[in-house]
T-cell receptor
Framework: SAVISQKPSRDICQRGTSLTIQCQVD?????MFWYRQQPGQSLTLIAT?????????ESGFVIDKFPISRPNLTFSTLTVSNMSPEDSSIYLC??????????FGPGTRLLVL | GDSVTQMEGPVTLSEEAFLTINCTYT??????LFWYVQYPGEGLQLLLK?????DKGSNKGFEATYRKETTSFHLEKGSVQVSDSAVYFC??????????FGSGTRLQVQP
């Protein structure tokens, strides 16, 4: 299975600011996914990021709030813009490995004050 | 729309008890089904999976069978340990490659 790393692992931010989360994979992958896990909740898909094209966002998530970059086949970033306390969550990136299995990064734990 | 429904938690069991966590799904077609586990303070890990009807996924003593007729994928373990305390998520892939997750079930195993 691929090794997925995320930076930062955690952060505390002030409302109104933005945070960019990085996701690095040790192998080339076509599709990467960004999920959000709000406190005590399940995971919700934010968007699917393919290299060389615009990210595809799920209902309730917009590019202005969560811009995503996918400059190559091993890297992606998710920015959480103009943050509010409601954005406090764990943000996870994932990839699809062999056999339809998804592998997840360790997550970025964000607290917005 | 597509959805996954899990039994509410927390589930509290004594060590060596039998575990069942119910999971049912609603989807068009035949999705692949997964159980993921999240141990305290750790990331999400794949526990087991099944990709077609009647398949049984198994790992670490946990089992789940893909039941098309009841659209279910219940997680079972014959004898739980304290180290099994975690949050368990049922999930499916309907072919769009992203996963749809259930709400998660917290398992607490007491010695």
């Amino acid at each position: 299975s691929a090794v997925i790393s995320q930076k930062p692992s955690r952060d505390i931010c002030q409302r109104g600011t933005s945070l960019t989360i990085q996701c690095q994979v040790d192998s080339q992958v076509t599709m990467m996914f960004w999920y959000r896990q709000q406190p005590g909740q399940s995971l919700t898909l934010i968007a699917t990021a393919n290299q060389g094209s615009e990210a595809t966002y799920e209902s309730g998530f917009v590019i202005d709030k969560f811009p995503i970059s996918r400059p190559n086949l091993t890297f992606s970033t998710l920015t959480v813009s103009n943050m509010s306390p409601e954005d406090s969550s764990i943000y996870l990136c994932s990839i699809q490995g062999g056999g339809e299995t998804q592998y997840f990064g360790p997550g970025t734990r964000l607290l917005v004050l | 729309g597509d959805s996954v429904t899990q039994m509410e938690g927390p589930v509290t069991l004594s060590e060596e008890a039998f575990l069942t966590i119910n999971c049912t799904y609603t989807a068009t077609g035949y999705p692949s089904l997964f159980w993921y586990v999240q141990y305290p303070g750790e990331g999400l890990q794949l526990l087991l999976k099944a990709t077609k009807a009647d398949d049984k996924g198994s790992n670490k003593g946990f089992e789940a069978t893909y039941r098309k007729e009841t659209t279910s994928f219940h997680l079972e373990k014959g004898s739980v340990q304290v180290s099994d305390s975690a949050v368990y998520f049922c999930a499916m892939d309907t072919g769009r490659r992203a996963l749809t997750f259930g709400s998660g079930t917290r398992l607490q195993v007491q010695p």
